[in-house]
């Protein structure tokens, strides 16, 4: 607690220049998302802070007259990218949709303080699958996406309906259902279109039984 104090204390006698730098970045989960915090200034940075609204507060700061680094309720994932006296990215790596939020940098140098801001997203691909009941009626799962994936038939079907399934974790199930009676196609597609990336599962209708999946 007494180094928090100490951070604020120095941030408070310096005059606060707000730069008006929105980053927003977008990340697959697992993957590493790195936000940046330029220094317009030509002078040595003598504080750095980084803040995001959590529970309480989290706080990742690095002293230069100490060359110290402070941490309060951020996780050991999220760390700096290279040293914060020359370059204070914020590295977080594996990213977790927990993470997802609003950032601010704080710099300090002698010629005040500057505010730089950043918003995570943090995206998570489906896991898609295609089934089949004695309905005669392919069944396209892509479950748990964020944000919701998209599905659509080749061919395309007046026979088609979809249902949608939301998660505590703000991922999002959607399941499209595709009846083929009387088709006199071979084959059904069902495409998947997601940020993360696209898929294709392909299911034999004479056989009723998948065929291949492309990405």
């Known amino acids: ?15 606060i220049n707000l730069v008006e730098a929105h980053n927003r970045v977008r990340v697959e989960a697992g993957h590493e998302a ?16 980084w803040k995001k609204s959590c529970s309480s507060q989290c706080l990742l700061s690095y002293r230069r007259d100490h060359n110290k680094t402070s941490r309060l ?12 006296a020359s370059d204070p990215a914020l590295r977080i790596y594996p990213v977790s949709l927990g993470d997802e939020g609003n950032y601010t940098c704080e710099t300090a140098n002698s010629e005040g303080s500057f505010h ?5 997203t943090v995206i ?11 309905s005669r009626v392919a069944v396209c799962q892509a479950s ?3 944000p919701p ?17 939301h998660h505590p974790n703000g991922t999002v199930t959607r399941v499209s259902y595709f009846g083929w009676v009387n088709s006199s196609f071979p084959s059904v597609t069902c495409l998947v279109t997601h940020p993360a990336r696209n898929q294709s599962l392909v299911m034999d209708l004479r056989g009723s039984s998948p065929l291949h ?3």
């Not at 309720?73 to 914060?84: A, L, Q, V």
């Not at 998570?124 to 089934?131: R, Y």
């Open 149 to 165: 994936a998209d599905i659509s038939w080749i061919p395309e079907s007046n026979h088609s309906s979809e249902e949608e399934f």
């Open 116 to 120: 730089f801001f950043s918003s995570l």
């Open 124 to 134: 998570v691909p489906p896991t898609v699958t295609l089934t089949h009941d004695k």
């Open 213 to 215: 999946k492309r990405s």
């Open 73 to 84: 309720n951020f996780s050991e994932r999220i760390t700096w990218k290279y040293s914060p």
């Open 144 to 146: 748990a996406g964020k």
């Open 1 to 15: 607690m007494a180094q928090k104090w100490a951070v604020l204390a120095v941030l408070l006698f310096l005059p």
């Open 34 to 49: 790195v936000l940046s915090c330029p220094n317009i200034s030509k002078t040595f940075l003598l504080l750095v802070t």
